[in-house]
């Protein structure tokens, strides 16, 4: 397991690479979270994230533990970015690993539910009309809670059925 909060940017490729060779599982999932150049149709032309050091570390640890006490997981590995973020910067990345690959999509989508929800960050977005605050969204609390109430997870209701 690892976590981290840091404001340099993220080595997808490389850090991939050194967590697939740490482990003998037979599925990793990755999730990488980017800037938008727009938000709920504003432009954005950057994203400040701050944080509480110490306590946001914390918060990620028990959102891991709590993936790893429902699925049986090989390893996890969580980077947070701060800092200001230009469009197409990754803020986030989630990876797990496990034995077979639903118990890695099921932990990998618990993991950004929960992130996006309970993990102490803040967001400012700067646009043509200056900066705002961006707060949790409808969206990001359903999900976070469905994984409370044992929910089935949702189909995408933009794709094919």
Not at 4 to 21: H, K, N, P, T, W
Not at 113 to 125: N, Q, Y
Request: charged share 25%.
């Amino acid at each position: 397991m690892a976590i981290r909060v840091q404001s340099e940017g993220i080595d997808v490729s490389g850090e991939l690479a050194a967590f697939a060779d740490a482990t003998a599982a037979g599925a990793t999932c990755l999730f990488v979270g980017r800037v938008r150049d727009v938000n709920a149709g504003v432009a954005v032309a950057a994203m400040t994230l701050e944080y509480y050091p110490g306590m946001a570390e914390k918060e990620l640890a028990r959102i891991e533990s709590a993936a790893r006490g429902q699925w049986p997981l090989q390893d996890v590995l969580v980077i947070h970015r701060y800092g200001r973020l230009q469009p197409g910067d990754e803020i986030v990345l989630v990876a797990v690993a496990s034995a077979h690959r639903d118990a890695a999509f099921d932990a990998c989508r618990f993991l950004v539910d929960w992130l996006k929800t309970r993990a102490p960050f803040w967001k400012s977005e700067a646009g043509p009309a200056g900066s705002r605050w961006v707060g949790a969204r409808a969206e990001d609390d359903a999900a976070a809670e469905r994984w409370e109430k044992g929910e089935p997870l949702p189909l995408d209701p933009g794709a094919p059925q």
